[in-house]
Each structure stands twice: as C-alpha cells, then as structure tokens.
C-alpha cells in the first residue's frame, strides 16, 4: 500500500474534530481553544528553532558560548566581588 | 588599554548609560514593591495562626490582604525587577543602546501606578477573585500598553544587534517578553467575557497562572542565570548544546503543564492528564540546567565567598532545580491527593517564585546597579545581611511549611481524624512561617537601606562599568567551556 502522509493527516485531523465536537458542545470550543493557544505557544518556540537553524545558529557553538565576553571583559577575568574587599 | 579594549569598555559605558533611567526607575519601583508585599504577607501569616490580629479592619481581612499580597508581589516585585534586568540584558547581549529614553522610563510610571491601583483595589474589596490575577480587568490596557513599549524595544535592538550569534539568555527573554503578552491577553478573554463559564474558567486560570511562573519569572531568570554565571566567574557556560537544548523543552513542554493544578476537579481526566504528562516531560529542561549551571560552577564555588551576585544567583539557581523536580513529582495523582489543599503548595510556590526567581532577582540587582550609577555598594556587611536573613528565611519557610503541609494532607485523607485537630497541628508550623517571613522582611529592609544609599550614590565611585579586578585573579582564574 502507497503510504500517504497528507491523507493520513486529513483523516486524523477529521477524526479528532468529529470526536471533540460529538459532544459536550458548551464546554469542547473552550478546551479547543485552549489548547490551540497552548499550541501557539509551542509553535513560536518550533517556529524560532526553524528560524535559528536557518540562519546557522548551532554551526559554532564554542563561540556562541564565548560570545558575552569580549576584550575589556574577557574569558578568565572575575567581574565581582563584595564593595571594598 | 589597547585600542580594542578601549573602544569595548566605552560601548558599556554608553549602554549602561542609556539603560540608567528606565532600569533604575524600574528596580527602585521594584525594591517598593517588596516592602509593600512583604509587609502584606507578614499581616496574612500572623492571622494564620493568631486570627484576631487586626480583625477589625475589613480592609486588612485575610481574603483581601493575601490576594494584595500576590499582586504587589508579581506584578510590583517580580515583573518590575525582571522587566529592569530584561531590558539591561538585552542591551548587553545586543550591545546596543537602550532605545526610548522618554517612553520606557513613562512605562515604569504607568507600571506602577497600575499595580497601585491594582493593590488598592483589592484591600478595598474590588478583587476579581480569580489568583494570580486579582487585579481588575480595567488595568489590562495599561500593563498591555507598557508590554508593546517593552516589545518594541526588544525588537529594535535586536534588529539592531552587533553579534551574529544569538546568546541563549536572549532567546529566554524572547520567550518571556512574547509569550507573557499572549497569556495575559487570553486570560483576561477567558476569565472576564462569558467566553468561558463555570468549571472550565478553573482551567484557564490554571493555564494562565502556572504560566507566569513558568513562561515570564523562569525564563527571565534562568537568562540572568546564564548570563551571570559565566561573566561572574569569567568561564564560558560549560555545554552550549545543553543550554539550547534546556531553552527549546522548556518552550514545548511547560505550557502544558498547568492542569496538574486541578488533579481531581470537575475537568475531564484527558485534560488533567495532559498537564502530567507536561510536568514530567519538564524533568528534560530541568535536568539539562541543573548539569550545566553545576558543571560551570565546578571549581569556581570559592567565588561564592566574594562575590554577592554569585551568591543569590547560585542559590536562586540551586533552588530551580529543587522547585522544578518538585513540582514535577507534586504533579504525579498520588502525591498530589496528599500534597493538595494543604500548605505544602504554599511552600513550593514560595520555592519557586522566591527561592528562584526573587533569589536571582537580587543577584542581578547587585550586579547591575552599581554599573548604572558608577557606584559601589557601600557595604558588605549588609549585603551579607540581605543574603543570610533571606536564605535562612526562606529555608524555615520551606522546611516548615512542607512538612506541615504533608501531615496535614495525610490526616486529611484519614476520616478518623477531626477536622479541628489538623488546624490545631498545623499552628506550631504556622509560627515558623511567620519567624521565616520576619527574616525575610528584615533582609528586604536591609537591601532597601544598601538600594536607598545607592541612589544617594553614598558608596564609593566606580571609574569604569566594570568592579574593581585584582589582576592575579584574571591570570589564574580557570578557563572552560565545551562549547
């Protein structure tokens, strides 16, 4: 059998709708709608790894880690310590 | 100084001074706030146990004093502490000059006179009823207002942003500052328009309260974290891939986890299911912190003797890790159909919003001010003050209130002991909350006292952004960092 992902995903989508929208009617919107937020807030965290990827943000991690230092501050160097000690 | 070097230290000395207005607007608003909440939650525990004390005056009810506790907290304390630090690190991390001199500093006005009229309100028995946001809907377009401002600025100097790279404390406050709006705005749908009615408004207060901790204080904090640490220390964070990793779970997985508040309420058991399953999957982020904040603290915990920022952040980052696998294992039906209902949640919200985030809050106060205002704290021994009566306070709180509330929700469950009995138990434990809260308080006075001496800039005058440096400790402090 021919394996098809976008049928697959309309039949799963379709399923999951008839079987949330059966019953409980004043209550199921609400939960929907909650959960479509919370998958909003999913999305924006997928939707800035996909972003970050793009732009080759994990191409060079060592320098990423060392990228909050810098000259006047530099790797080694303790910036605080307890006023006049 | 070589050129370079020169030219580096001139752009802090600009940054910090273009974040000196609103940032310090913001923490000193913030240091009232947490005398005002503090004193709040000192009148609320002593009428724990000692119910007559100020009875008389309606305004100083428990129902009311509580909930202007909560407010003064969050929305005083906690946002206007982590919204200074928020934008002084993104300029930081940017390297790029505060924008808005005249906007961001009316924010801080607004901000405050929201959350003032938000306290007033609710002594005056005008709460909403509704926790974690008991403040009335009508101040949501001001705090909406001040949120856009902030946003703005965000996006403009990252737009703007020197360095290719984009650090992992600033996609954490990318977090904080997107998804904050997005919650605030949808609660206030759900829970104030007929959008949603009955059991169900439980649910979305749930959501929208567990995601102020997770989604606005943790990732705020957990950016000052990784900042602060490794530029304390002078060690890049020990795994790279683990810090990025730790961000992305905690993105996908806490949203869900605010159900687990409602574990045997009127909600469908799937939906309650859901938030267990997001508060166990939590154990990914947490873990992947836990390694990594320990990892690059290894060998450097001598620092923790000199340096006041490293103290409270080390502390604040101890407990993250100790909040989180609680509230993780709390989330679990058998544990949670004894920790229910009883103190033991007072004491882990009080791990997680004051051990943690508050903690943290401190550490980066300590560490920033004094580079706004090119001056030093003027005393160490009120420093040390502050850290000792706070985490001292903060563990009778924890340690009594958990082991209170744990007998308390085991005889609860147990119908042959009378309801009387429990409360009689329960008041020894009661007394230590308020000892804890009395530590507590005076350590906040003791930061107002040392934060009021900073504005009159009574400490010793900082030539430069950075602290004094002895320079035997830049050769030899260790060098790490996987990447």
């Not at chain 2, 982590?82 to 002084?88: C, E, F, R």
Request: proline share 5%; hydrophobic share 50%.
């Amino acid at each position: 059998m021919k394996w098809r992902p976008r049928a697959c995903l309309f039949a799963v989508t379709a399923a999951a709708l008839r079987h949330l929208t059966k019953k409980r009617a004043s209550v199921t919107p609400f939960y929907i709608a909650l959960w479509g937020l919370a998958a909003v807030l999913g999305a924006t965290a997928v939707g800035g790894l996909v972003w970050s990827i793009r732009r080759g943000e994990f191409d060079n991690l060592r320098e990423g880690a060392a990228s909050i230092f810098d000259e006047e501050e530099p790797v080694g160097a303790v910036t605080d310590r307890f006023p006049g000690e | 100084m070589r050129p370079a070097e020169e030219r580096e230290r001139l752009t802090r000395i600009q940054i910090d001074r273009s974040c000196r207005q609103t940032v310090v607007w913001y923490y000193a608003s913030a240091v009232f706030w947490l005398l005002v909440g503090s004193t709040l939650a000192l009148v609320a525990s002593i009428k724990m146990h000692s119910p007559e004390f100020l009875a008389d005056w309606q305004w100083l009810t428990f129902g009311r004093v509580r909930p202007a506790h909560l407010a003064a907290m969050i929305y005083g304390w906690g946002s206007m502490a982590g919204v200074g630090t928020l934008l002084w690190l993104e300029a930081r991390l940017t390297r790029n000059r505060l924008p808005f001199p005249v906007l961001l500093p009316a924010t801080a006005v607004i901000w405050n006179l929201t959350v003032a009229f938000g306290v007033v309100a609710i002594l005056a028995g005008y709460s909403t009823s509704i926790e974690w946001i008991e403040i009335p809907p009508a101040t949501a377009v001001l705090f909406g207002f001040c949120i856009a401002v902030i946003i703005a600025a965000s996006i403009r100097m990252f737009r703007a942003r020197e360095s290719r790279h984009t650090y992992v404390s600033q996609w954490y406050l990318f977090g904080a500052i997107f998804w904050f709006p997005l919650l605030y705005v949808s609660a206030q749908i759900f829970l104030h328009t007929p959008a949603a009615k009955g059991a169900v408004k439980a649910a979305a207060n749930w959501w929208f309260a567990h995601n102020v901790l997770g989604l606005w204080f943790t990732p705020i904090g957990l950016a000052t974290v990784y900042y602060l640490i490794p530029k304390v220390i002078g060690r890049p964070v020990h795994s790279y891939h683990l810090s990025l990793l730790g961000f992305w779970t905690l993105a996908i997985f806490y949203n869900w986890a605010g159900t687990h508040h409602l574990i045997g309420g009127p909600l469908p058991a799937w939906l309650i299911t859901v938030g267990i399953v997001g508060s166990v999957m939590m154990f990914v982020p947490v873990v992947t912190v836990a390694v990594n904040h320990h990892m690059t603290m290894a060998g450097n915990f001598h620092h923790l003797k000199y340096s006041p920022t490293l103290r409270f952040v080390v502390y604040g980052a101890m407990c993250y890790t100790a909040v989180s696998f609680q509230g993780s294992l709390q989330s679990l039906r058998t544990v949670n159909e004894i920790s229910h209902f009883t103190h033991y949640t007072i004491a882990h919200a009080h791990l997680g919003v004051y051990a943690f985030f508050t903690m943290v809050m401190f550490g980066a106060m300590y560490y920033v001010t004094p580079r706004l205002l090119n001056t030093e704290w003027h005393s160490a021994g009120w420093i040390r003050l502050h850290f000792w009566t706070t985490a001292v306070g903060m563990a009778i709180y924890w340690l009594g209130l958990s082991w209170a509330g744990w007998e308390q929700g085991r005889m609860m469950n147990d119908p042959r002991v009378p309801f009387l009995d429990i409360v009689r138990y329960t008041v020894p434990w009661l007394w230590s909350r308020s000892v804890a809260g009395i530590l507590m308080t005076a350590g906040h006075l003791a930061f107002a006292w040392l934060f009021w001496n900073m504005l009159r800039q009574r400490g010793a005058y900082l030539p430069g952004p950075t602290l004094l440096v002895r320079e035997p400790e830049r050769a030899g402090a260790a060098i790490g960092g996987e990447g």
